[in-house]
C-alpha cells in the first residue's frame, strides 16, 4: 500500500466516523428527555412496580441481556460503511441503558433527582469518558449540573462518539457472517452491566441538583477507565495495540493443542483489516502455522481501555468461534484479562454471554 493510499484510507475512515457520529446523535438527540418522561410516567402510574435495592441486580442482568439479543441481531453488513444500517439498533441500546439507569435510582429512592443530566452523566462516566462537565464529586455527595440545549447538544455528540469509537474496534476486522454481529451483542452485555455498576456507585451517594443553568461548556476529553486497571502505568513501550491483539489471539488459538478451520479464518479476517503493516500482516500469519507463542506486553492497554475490552471481547469471540470453549481456553481468557485489569466478574459475565 501506498503512502497516497494510506492518506486516502484514512480520510475515507475519517468521513465513516463523522458520518456514524453525527447520525447516533441525531438518534440520540430527544432519547434523555424521553427516558426520563416515561420511565417516571410508568411509575406514577405502577406505584407497585417501583423497585427496591435488592432487585438492581435483576434490573442490570434483564437489561443486559436484552441489549445483547439487540445487537445480536444486528444486520451487520462487510466494510465500516455496514455500520451505518445498525445505528437504531446502537441508539436502542443506549436508550435501554438510560432507562435501566432510571430504575437503578429509583430503586435507590432518587426520583426527585433523575434529570436527563444525571442520566447522561452516568452514562459518560462508565463508557469511560470525563463527567465534570455534568457530575462534581464530592465526598459522599454528586453535586449535578444543569445546561442549556445547546451545550447538552455538545454533550450527546461526545457521547455519540465515544460509543461508536468502541463499537467500531469491536466491528471493523470481523467482516464474517453473523460474527460482527455476535461480537457487538458481548460488547453490548459487558457495557451495560458497566453502566449499571456505575449507576450503583453513584446512587448510594448523596444527589444534589445545581440551580444554576450553564448555557456553555468546555467538554473534557481526558479517558478515565470505567474499570480498576491493576497494570503498571510506566511508560509503555510503542506498540500497537493491533499487533499485541492479534499475537495474544494467535496464542488463544494455539492453547488447546488444535487450531481449528473457524479459528483461523477468525484470526487471518482481523490480521486482514488490521492496521498493520504488510510485512507484520506477513509474519503473522506465518505464525499461525508454527509452534511457540508471542510473549505480549499488556502494559500498553493500561492507557487505552477501549482496546483492552476490544481484546477481552475477541477472546471470548474466538474461543467460542469453533461452537466449543475448552477449559484451557477459558483459563487463558481469564489469565490475560486480569493482566487488563477486568475483575472476575466482569471476565466469567463476558465469558457467559451468547454470542
Request: charged share 25%; proline share 3%; glycine share 6%.
Amino acid at each position: 500500500m501506498t503512502k497516497e493510499d494510506d492518506v486516502k484510507a484514512e480520510a475515507e475512515n475519517k468521513e465513516v466516523e463523522n458520518t456514524l457520529q453525527n447520525k447516533l446523535a441525531e438518534n440520540m438527540m430527544n432519547v434523555f428527555e424521553l427516558v426520563v418522561s416515561d420511565r417516571s410516567s410508568h411509575f406514577a402510574k405502577h406505584p407497585d412496580e417501583i423497585p427496591d435495592k435488592k432487585s438492581v441486580p435483576s434490573i442490570i442482568n434483564s437489561y443486559s441481556l436484552t441489549n445483547a439479543a439487540i445487537s445480536g441481531g444486528a444486520g451487520l453488513v462487510p466494510g465500516p460503511w455496514g455500520m451505518v444500517a445498525v445505528i437504531p439498533e446502537i441508539a436502542a441500546v443506549i436508550r435501554n441503558q438510560l432507562a435501566m439507569i432510571y430504575d437503578v435510582g429509583m430503586a435507590y429512592g432518587k426520583s426527585k433527582v433523575l434529570t436527563k443530566e444525571l442520566l447522561a452523566g452516568v452514562l459518560i462516566t462508565a463508557l469511560g469518558a470525563s463527567a465534570g462537565s455534568l457530575l462534581i464529586m464530592q465526598g459522599s455527595k454528586v453535586l449535578v449540573k444543569r445546561v442549556a440545549l445547546r451545550a447538552f447538544q455538545k454533550i450527546i455528540a461526545m457521547l455519540a462518539g465515544k460509543v461508536l469509537q468502541q463499537a467500531l474496534k469491536l466491528a471493523i476486522g470481523k467482516w464474517l457472517p453473523v460474527v460482527g454481529a455476535a461480537a457487538l451483542a458481548v460488547w453490548s452485555n459487558y457495557l451495560t452491566r458497566q453502566v449499571g455498576k456505575k449507576a450503583i456507585e453513584i446512587f448510594e451517594k448523596e444527589i444534589v441538583l445545581s440551580e444554576e443553568v450553564i448555557e456553555e461548556m468546555p467538554l473534557e476529553t481526558e479517558s478515565v477507565s470505567a474499570r480498576t486497571v491493576v497494570i503498571s502505568r510506566a511508560s509503555p513501550p510503542n506498540i500497537s495495540p493491533d499487533l499485541l491483539k492479534v499475537q495474544t489471539l494467535i496464542n488463544l488459538m494455539k492453547i488447546d493443542g488444535t487450531i481449528k478451520v473457524e479459528e483461523q479464518e477468525y484470526v487471518q479476517t482481523i490480521i486482514g483489516n488490521a492496521d498493520l503493516t504488510e510485512s507484520e500482516k506477513t509474519d503473522l500469519m506465518q505464525a499461525i502455522d508454527k509452534s511457540g507463542k508471542f510473549v505480549v506486553d499488556y502494559s500498553v492497554f493500561a492507557i487505552s481501555p477501549d482496546d483492552a475490552i476490544g481484546l477481552l471481547v475477541d477472546m471470548v469471540m474466538l474461543a467460542k468461534r469453533d461452537g466449543a470453549f475448552h477449559i484451557t481456553e477459558k483459563m487463558f481468557v481469564k489469565q490475560v484479562g486480569k493482566l487488563l485489569g477486568f475483575s472476575d466478574d466482569d471476565i466469567d459475565e463476558t465469558m457467559a454471554t451468547t454470542g
